[in-house]
């Protein structure tokens, strides 16, 4: 069982390397760890706080035997992903960590890779919470991120319109075949939150999600959201082509090579979670803004379809003559994508 | 193991009972649960945000059969506690936790234990994560609030000065008494952050603090805060009587009734953990400031000590004659308080 004296290490480690390169610190009415709470500086007169919380479980969300580095830059880039949907910039955030023990090597390693994003994101790690855990227990990463918008321009989910074009950042589908084969990927090990796409499309996109449990999953998130915002009740539909959806460079690949069908590639980018792509609506009026914003942040932004009213809502995949996907792709649709359960 | 749609279910349960009586969710600015993020109504001019989180895990803070009411209040207890020793005001929390199975009438009981603090001290549930644990797992719960004080007015740990008096809310002891014993105790099982205390600080004290680990450990916290913050070393000692600390009845019958010696009751107050009262210190100048406080708050206000210069920094406790502890009570001192390890 760990102690407290090797607990203060972390205390100890975190007041250089957190503070290190963050103009946070060097705000007089800023205060981060090591008080009962952390103090932020106060926000501009025209911009309100964006909160996010994610827990990762070992076990669960990692494996025990993960690289460090890469979990530590993880448990940071799915809370800064959250904001990036949002459209909302990083302020701060705080960290709450169950251990098992204190392994140096490993910590350094972890915080390493946390700190480096959150300095990149110019979000510092303001306080937090370290506990041990049981010998026999899951370790357990809960972080809080705080963002800032300007008043009233936060990219929501039930922002969605009828007639809007749907559009992806990135590429899909890797991530969720990476961990299947068992591969080493960026887009799995260590994910990019899209942060300055997010600030890029506030005042273009009408709603932005994440993709963290798979497009179709975030697809019926944006539905649901937009049809219970409705005043009266609306059916809204997603109309996306799957044979143009922007694949991954690994899947496409392992298409090419013939060890993945056309099919089981599109139901990868389909269901794949871990994305930590953005998924958002625009109207088409704003279609060469959007276009035009790819290159200017080296992303490709793919439109992949459109929303309707329909009879029929919920998400309706098709190819470019209008045909039902096969009914192996329809399948893979209907299992679902990346459960937590 | 809990499918998802279980977990819906709690989803369900915080849209509801969440945002009932909560003025914050009627803000037009205000997003509660649901999107990536939620949204913060903008703060006054004059306002910055306090930020704490707090980590409880099954087995190391609480036992797994204790009562989910009592459970469910303490894990916003003991966040919002924070904010009081920060002389802040709530504003909103998150909440993350990670759940081996769903037990409905646990989590309702535990909700409600929850979201009536959550009500009393307007602090709404804003967002989380609802997370799936493995069949031998310890749950956990992980808790961020988020507070607003007046721009340079926190209640910081760093403020204490040589000259001042020090102060405690309440009575000691109580709940390590109570949790030795295995006796069910309001102080133990329902503490009470001290939030109405800490706003009416501001302005008055000059450092405070709230009694998690134990009265001994936080004094121990304002001298290193204020010896940190000084420019030049300064050796600070707190100057506290032992046989003046506000005792707990609890531990006061159980003195009178013989089954504790007076040094063990003491010891309790000094080293029991879990107070969540507050410790602060004030220059003698504003004792009847403070003293009129007490009654307007229904609160004991206990002068316990003050803080000295002195060539051997750290507590000094003593009794009315200036005469050091008895050696029971040095010991138990030594042994130190509650230790999370």
Redesign the interface.
């Known amino acids: ?4 004296g090797e ?1 203060e290490f972390i205390a100890q480690l975190l007041q250089g390397p957190a503070a290190e390169g963050q103009p946070f610190y060097r705000h007089p ?1 800023a ?1 981060g760890i ?10 501009g ?11 990762l ?1 070992e ?3 990692y494996l025990a035997d993960c690289d460090p580095r890469s979990l530590g830059h993880k448990v940071l880039a799915v809370n800064l ?3 990036a ?2 459209g ?1 910039r990083p302020l ?1 955030f ?5 251990l098992r023990e204190i392994r140096r090597p490993w910590i350094e390693s972890f915080l390493d890779g946390m700190l480096s994003l959150a300095r990149e994101s110019q979000c510092p790690l ?4 370290t ?4 010998a ?3 370790e ?1 990463f ?1 972080v ?4 800032v ?1 300007r ?2 321009t ?1 990219l ?3 922002g969605l319109q009828p007639g809007d074009d749907l559009w992806v950042s990135g590429h899909l589908g890797d991530a969720a075949f990476a961990l299947n084969q068992g591969i080493d990927d960026s887009k799995l090990n260590a994910p990019q939150p899209r942060l300055v796409l997010g600030l890029g499309l506030v005042g273009l996109a009408s709603a ?3 993709i963290s449990d798979g497009l179709q999953s975030e697809l019926m998130h944006l539905l649901n ?1 937009a049809q219970r915002r409705a005043a009266q009740p609306q059916c809204l539909q997603a109309n996306v082509n799957w044979q143009e959806l922007p694949l991954g460079p690994l899947i496409r690949q392992a298409a090419l090579a013939g060890r993945l069908t056309p099919s089981q590639a599109a139901g990868l980018a389909i269901t794949g979670g871990d994305e930590y792509e953005l998924l958002f609506a625009a109207a088409p009026r704003e279609r060469a803004r959007i276009e035009a914003l790819g290159p200017q942040l080296g992303l490709a932004l793919t439109r992949i379809g459109s929303v309707e009213f329909s009879d029929t809502p919920g998400v309706r995949w098709r190819d470019a003559a209008e045909a039902q996907p096969p009914e192996s792709l329809q399948d893979m649709i209907t299992r679902g994508g990346f ?3």
Do not use: C, K
């Open positions: 069982m760990a102690n407290l607990f009415l205060l090591g008080d009962d709470a952390a103090l932020i500086p106060p926000l007169p025209q911009e309100q706080l964006a909160v996010a919380s994610d827990m479980i076990g669960r969300h992903s959250d904001l949907a949002m909302a701060a705080t960290l709450s960590a169950g303001v306080g937090g919470d506990t041990a855990v049981g026999q227990a899951s357990v809960s809080t991120v705080l963002g918008v008043v009233g936060a929501r989910r039930d932005a999600i994440d959201a459960r937590h359960f």
